[in-house]
T-cell receptor, first 115, second 115 residues
Framework: DVKVTQSSRYLVKRTGEKVFLECVQD?????MFWYRQDPGLGLRLIYF???????EKGDIPEGYSVSREKKERFSLILESASTNQTSMYLC??????????????FGAGTRLSVL | QKEVEQNSGPLSVPEGAIASLNCTYS??????FFWYRQYSGKSPELIMF????GDKEDGRFTAQLNKASQYVSLLIRDSQPSDSATYLC???????????????FGKGTKLSVKP
């Protein structure tokens, strides 16, 4: 079974703090993704990575950065947290090739509150 | 602009009935199609995927794809209260790795199965 683990289920931070959200997958997947999910807005892609040290902007990268130093780990960084970054953050991973066919598997999510 | 559209619902069906969820997508070049179920406060979990025209059945779930009309549907037979969740449709507009591996998600349809 694919396992995608996010480091925290709930997180409360103060405005201006630097926040790290960690995601680890155990399936040797090439692709990893960070989304945020807000009521009425659905899943929105923040950043993704298709290889170690590679990163690509998604639809809403502003205010975020990412790091992928190892294949299994993809970190999302909020450089200076703001209240409008209060959201559910979801990490996903997928393999490539015919058998994997871009199936994305999600972690349990981190509900971040910025006060 | 690649888009995936779903009726937000809520769709309410009585226990034991067939629930029918629909999804339309904008690009004829789409390669693969996914249905995820998301319980309130939880992360999306994959329930079915389909790559070619026609139907795919898995237990009480049937996914139907019509590429000519650009829609995909999910039928849930013998609906149970435990099926009450939001169902997300996702479409891959390219194939395999890099940004081609990304999925575009609809905003989801909320299903309520009444006992």
């Amino acid at each position: 079974d694919v396992k995608v683990t996010q480091s925290s289920r709930y997180l409360v931070k103060r405005t201006g703090e630097k926040v790290f959200l960690e995601c680890v997958q155990d399936m040797d997947h090439e692709n990893m993704f960070w989304y945020r999910q807000d009521p009425g807005l659905g899943l929105r892609l923040i950043y993704f990575s298709y290889d170690v040290k590679m990163k690509e902007k998604g639809d809403i990268p502003e205010g975020y950065s990412v790091s992928r130093e190892k294949k299994e780990r993809f970190s999302l960084i909020l450089e200076s947290a703001s209240t409008n970054q209060t959201s559910m953050y979801l990490c996903a991973s997928s393999g490539t090739g015919i058998l994997a066919k871009n199936i994305q598997y999600f972690g349990a999510g981190t509900r971040l509150s910025v006060l | 602009q690649k888009e995936v559209e779903q009726n937000s619902g809520p769709l309410s069906v009585p226990e034991g009935a067939i629930a029918s969820l629909n999804c339309t997508y904008s690009d004829r070049g789409s390669q693969s199609f996914f249905w995820y179920r998301q319980y309130s406060g939880k992360s999306p979990e994959l329930i079915m995927f389909i790559y070619s025209n026609g139907d795919k059945e898995d237990g009480r779930f049937t996914a139907q794809l019509n590429k000519a009309s650009q829609y995909v549907s999910l039928l849930i037979r013998d609906s149970q209260p435990s099926d009450s969740a939001t169902y997300l449709c996702a479409v891959n507009f390219g194939d395999y790795g890099g940004s081609q591996g990304n999925l575009i998600f609809g905003k989801g349809t909320k299903l309520s199965v009444k006992p």
